[in-house]
């Protein structure tokens, strides 16, 4: 069976919704991402995955600039980020999302732990990418009328996960998943989507900086669908 998996991030300090996703089924588990162990664990009698997509920013904007493409492309509330890892170190918009997903890529990347999208490296590892639940759900059902979750967390998760079940997928771990929970399986449709070639990525290729230690620009990957990329 072919394993993916989808990852809700936190922070480096707090907990991060993992989904993994394999013929139709999810497995919800947690971990506290960390430079040395950037992705997590799979569940014991599974394989390991071949996709992880990660809802943390995987790095900073090119040299000079304070928005990436991707973040444009595909709307979401990251739209400023630091520029280098001494302006990081001050940043407070998002801050622990922020510097989990570059210390997370960055560590992927220099440690040969993953394969970043659309860097065209060919490691006997996972691949990684960005992924944004918001934008998943644009694409896997064009025109519905989200529902806020910070305002409305019971009817997103009902809404959202309604419509991922009516996909034929399942969860045995849970009756009403969190609103992180959720996003964590939008992550894993969209992990499950690039490991069949059925995707579409936002954004502008990955630039390594290895003066910064940071990867600059890059992608964000969710299911091909019926929309048009907004």
Not at 77 to 96: M, S, V
Not at 152 to 161: H, Q
Request: glycine residues 8%; aromatic residues 8%.
């Amino acid at each position: 069976m072919t394993v993916v998996c989808g990852i809700d991030v936190g922070s480096l300090r707090t907990l991060s919704y993992v989904a993994w996703l394999a013929d139709g089924q999810f497995e919800l588990d947690v971990y506290v991402p960390s430079e040395h162990r950037p992705l997590p664990k799979e569940p014991a009698g599974w394989e390991p995955a071949s996709h992880f997509a990660i809802d943390a920013p995987q790095g900073m904007p090119a040299l000079g600039a304070h928005c990436r493409l991707a973040d444009t492309e595909a709307n979401t509330p990251t739209r400023r980020l630091p520029n280098d890892r001494e302006h990081l170190a001050i940043w407070k918009l998002y801050r622990g999302v922020v510097e989990a997903g570059v210390e997370m890529f960055w560590a992927m990347h220099e440690r040969r732990l993953a394969s970043i999208y659309g860097l065209g490296e060919t490691a006997a590892a996972p691949v990684a990418m960005e992924s944004y639940p918001r934008l998943v759900i644009k694409r896997m059902w064009p025109g519905i009328e989200i529902p806020s979750k910070r305002t409305s967390p019971f009817t997103y998760i009902d809404r959202i996960w309604g419509l991922i079940r009516e996909r034929g997928y399942a969860c045995r771990s849970v009756v009403r998943p969190t609103v992180d929970q959720v996003d964590a399986m939008l992550c894993a449709l969209a992990a499950e989507a690039a490991s069949r070639g059925e995707h579409i990525a936002v954004g502008s290729p990955p630039v390594v900086d290895a003066n910064a230690r940071v990867i600059r620009e890059g992608y964000i990957v969710a299911p091909r669908g019926s929309a048009a990329a907004s």
